[in-house]
């Protein structure tokens, strides 16, 4: 059980920083590596910038796993962002199957940045239907619950420990990043995507 201590202690502390609703939650970048020497990894933005962030001495990487809608299941802790359709119900855009070790992790649902208007629901699968579309996932968290449509398609994930060599040129990434005061970005880990997919959180 003690070797399980460490893996349990990165994915709560790498999940504090992927799913914070806090006033001063690090700045979210999503993109690629451009170019990375082990103590600097330059970002290509989403947005078609290109920012360096300097690692810290102990960085590390998880890797973002793909899953599928049979992995859904009641009792399953998920984050998922989610966006309201034109009827008012809300549409899943990506769904994070939280690994055991970080469930309750920023349980909740608030303003996310994954798209304008989006929101993230950190909860507790109570009910997984079949619909004609997919399925649709009643969530309960601590204030209240949320009923969310999952079609398929969406991008299911997880995270998996990683190794630093997966942090390469041209992998798909997503990660914290905390601003000094002279505006230079620092970070502590990469979420990169396992065999070229897309972070899609």
């Known amino acids: 059980m003690k070797a399980m201590r460490p893996i349990a202690l990165t994915l709560l502390a790498l999940l504090a920083f992927t799913t914070a609703a806090a006033a001063q939650a690090p700045t979210r970048l999503r993109g690629s590596i451009a170019a990375i020497d082990g103590t600097t990894a330059t970002i290509a933005t989403r947005e078609g910038t290109t920012v360096p962030v300097k690692l810290a001495d102990n ?3 998880m890797l973002v796993s793909p899953m599928t809608l049979a992995d859904i299941k009641e009792g399953s802790f998920v984050g998922i962002a989610s966006m309201k359709g034109p009827d008012g119900s809300l549409n899943a855009l990506e769904v994070l199957i939280f690994p055991e070790a970080a469930r309750g992790s920023n349980e909740g649902h608030y303003p996310w940045d994954l798209q304008p208007e989006s929101m993230m629901t950190n909860a507790t699968v109570a009910t997984v239907a079949a ?10 968290y601590k204030d209240g619950t949320q009923t969310i449509k999952v079609k398929p398609g969406t991008p299911i994930v997880t995270f998996a420990p990683g190794e630093r060599s997966d942090a390469k040129p041209g992998a798909k990434v997503f990660l914290g990043a905390t601003k000094g005061a002279d505006g230079g970005m620092t970070a502590g880990r990469l979420l990169v995507g396992k065999d070229g997919l897309t972070p899609p959180m």
């Open 131 to 140: 619909a004609p579309d997919g399925q649709t996932l009643t969530l309960k």
């Open 59 to 61: 960085w590390s990487v």
